[in-house]
């Protein structure tokens, strides 16, 4: 008989994380990956129910708590967790030149005195994760961390390829922007070096990190070098706040060189995907017809994302296997 | 492998039968099938489903949409350990609308009662069907819950120490339903 994938029960290796906390894609395993993945897989079709909410995480609380200004994340984590029925509660606190470590720790321990049961992090510095997993009994999820880690972006980028090209395995992916400045650039490379694709990075000289071959990827000043025969291409947004001096002549000048037209895209593979983890500088990384085109998953990875999100709070609710009982 | 501790209660030939047998019931009951809908509890539910679908082709000429539920997410006992791994979820696949149809809930075997309740609170997120009836391969006994099956495949009386398990050539390569004594262990 016929079997869809979804016919047969998957063979998945592991059945559960590691660890208590998502800090990044470093600490997963390639078989926890793909068990977060087909998680997600099985969330992805609460969203096309008439009634978008299981009861999984009844009686769960989680905080959101983002130190830096974010709308697709926050907005993202926040309906993943009301669809598994979690009481979600959202932090936003400006960052200013003086909240250092100690004012996160403090804020934490305050925190933690409420007896949460996650905490969804954002911070502008990196490793402000760690230091919460280490300081709080609840689960910490990084929801980036300065230019660290952006784990359930690349988890939500994967989920997305792999839904499109039924693999991750011996794909090319061709990466194009800033590269000093992406902690999405960071977890991506993880991610795709770990399940086995081959990573290519582009962007100018004085936005790409001198020791970024020592990743397992091939880095090149060439679009077409790096676009050629591509399967995926990916562009990481200019980010203009987090750049001071001058990286480049001028915006224009970018998008000649660097930016994505119909164009250029026609040296990569027929089924080329193109996508952006947003937010989009139309213009300026991407062409506004590459962006609407066809090729286009980029709101497929918005959709997704609640998904994978929905995956992560999950497989995380249960707690880490040598964790204490109170 | 059935060992000195097992007993095959049902053979491929018995299965075969009950499940037609079954499928005449629910001609009979339903007036035919229209507005029925069939759906299967992931695992061994989705494939009775299946072939209970396929008989009813034979019987009535007509299709009956076939759905899977997985029913974790709504499971009485999924926070209740703090602490450990979460059981692996998978699709569920439910390609109609269930308003104001005739569900025909399938499982393989019914025991407390607490994957059916499940099942009940997942099926009415999904909408609000004409009604819900229960199909079974397989009632052990044991209810906590006040579930009564409308289709049973066998009775069997069982103690608490002995698990029923029920193979099917589409996921255990041979049909047929074992009787095991558990060890004291497990």
Redesign the interface.
Known sequence: MSATVHDVDQQTAVTSLRSKDLLGISDLTPEEIMLILDTADAMQEIASRPIKKVPALRGKTVVNLFFEPSTRTRTSFEIAEKRLSADTLNIAIATSSVVKGETLADTALNLEAMRPDMIVLRHSSSGACHLLSRICKSAIINAGDGMHEHPTQALLDAFTIRERKRRLDGLKVAIIGDLLHSRVLRSNILLLTKMGADVWVCGPPTLMPADIRRFGVTATSSVDAAVKDADVIMLLRIQLERMEGAFFPSLREYFNVFGMTEARMQLARPDVIIMHPGPMNRGVEIASEVADGPYSVILDQVANGVAVRMAVLYLLAGGAEHEEAA | MPDSKSAVVMDADRIARTLTRIAHEIVERNKGVDDVALIGIR?RGVYIARRLARTLKQITGDEVPTG?L?I???RDD??R?????????????IPFSIDDKKILLVDDVLYTGRTTRAAL??LI???RPKGIQLIVLVDRGHRELPIKADYVGKNLPTNPEESVQVRLQ??DGNDEVVLQQEEAAI
């Open positions: 695992t899977a997985d974790t997410l709504y999924l926070m350990n703090a602490v450990g791994p979460q059981p692996v979820i998978r699709r569920t696949e609170d997942a997120d999904f909408g589409e996921t």
